[in-house]
């Protein structure tokens, strides 16, 4: 009975071994009924290999199901007596499998950053006497998600080079809204005028955003990345002066599922996950995150004996 092997290597985005110890993979041939089923403990390894007996000669889908990250889906075909490869398949997280993220302590934090936060002014996020959550106190408040957010946008926008040899986030200035998709943060008209001429940027349609009491939303700016585009929505109090507001996200570009081999990807009309966006930067614009995930950790069941 002739045997084909299929030697697979199994990393994330940031070519590292999947925090999974066992993962689900089938094989489905394209032009007869076999199917293979087994389970892979990679024990913080990335390489595997996987023995078929009486493959044939076929064009395999093969379907990968980690526990923490996205269930991804190829095509291989396999020879019998030979050894198939592939390049590295490149899992993006599952979000919804996140229980923490583990993110530099404050003081490790880049010094722009660690600035903004000192100068934040964020309504939600207050101390016992009413005023404004700011420095150490506001970062160890924030809950994963916008602690995710916060880094990713620093990440981007300090990667995003203008004119004038400063970055889109040198020239934010307080911090006056933090959600998981954007931020608004005040600034001046510089950010507009160096967008503007900056032809990385292009001018993109401004109606779905919402802008702050007292501004008025008059135009906005994307990047030509391919995927992972920050997205600058300008607001100004008043027809003249320098008092601007920017609102700044990173659109997923049609979601996750077009740059991974995503078996299904999920449409929603919630807000985009930060997790998401993290993948998106790494795996197409080598931004290094600045954070790691954290997952459950993983029990033991044990089936109780009828009485």
């Known amino acids: 009975m002739a045997t084909a092997k299929v030697a697979l290597q199994l990393v994330d985005v940031l ?12 094989f489905f041939s ?23 007996q009486d493959s044939g000669n076929s064009i395999y889908r093969v379907m ?43 003081a490790a934090l880049p010094a722009p950053l660690q600035n903004m936060l000192t100068n934040a002014s964020l309504d939600n996020f207050k101390d016992v006497a009413g005023n404004p959550l700011q420095g150490p106190a506001l970062y160890n408040a924030l809950p994963p998600l916008l602690k995710a957010a916060l880094l990713n946008l620093y990440t ?42 900056d032809t990385f940027f292009h001018k993109v349609d401004d109606t779905l955003h919402k802008t702050k009491p007292d501004y008025k939303i008059f135009t906005s700016y994307k990047t030509r990345d391919d995927r992972g585009n920050l997205q600058l929505t300008f607001s100004r109090k008043g027809d003249t002066g320098n008092d601007y507001l920017v609102d700044m996200d ?30 998106i930067l790494m795996a197409k614009q080598q931004l290094r995150p600045l954070y790691n995930f954290r997952f459950a950790t993983t029990g033991a069941a044990a089936a109780a004996a009828a009485v």
Not at 15 to 26: F, H, T
Not at 74 to 92: H, K, S, Y
Not at 259 to 265: G, L
């Open 64 to 106: 990968i199901m980690p526990s923490n990250y996205r269930t991804l889906q190829f095509f291989l075909r396999v020879t019998e007596g030979a050894t198939v490869t592939r390049d590295p398949v490149v899992f993006p997280v599952n979000p919804d499998k996140v229980v923490d993220i583990n993110a530099p302590a404050s």
């Open 250 to 279: 990173i659109d997923e570009a049609q979601g996750i599922g077009h740059i991974f081999e995503v078996v299904q990807n999920t449409v929603t009309s919630g807000l985009t996950n930060p997790y998401d966006v993290r993948e």
């Open 15 to 26: 070519n590292q071994p999947l925090q999974d110890s066992n993962i689900l993979i089938e």
């Open 156 to 197: 981007k926008a300090a990667a995003t080079k203008l004119g004038d040899q400063n970055s889109v986030f040198d020239k934010l200035g307080v911090l006056i809204t933090l959600n998981q998709d954007r931020l608004f943060a005040k600034t001046g008209a510089s950010l507009l005028e160096e967008t503007m001429q």
């Open 30 to 52: 394209s032009d007869s009924s076999k199917h293979f089923r087994t389970v892979v403990s990679p024990n913080g390894g990335a390489n595997i290999t996987i023995n078929l």
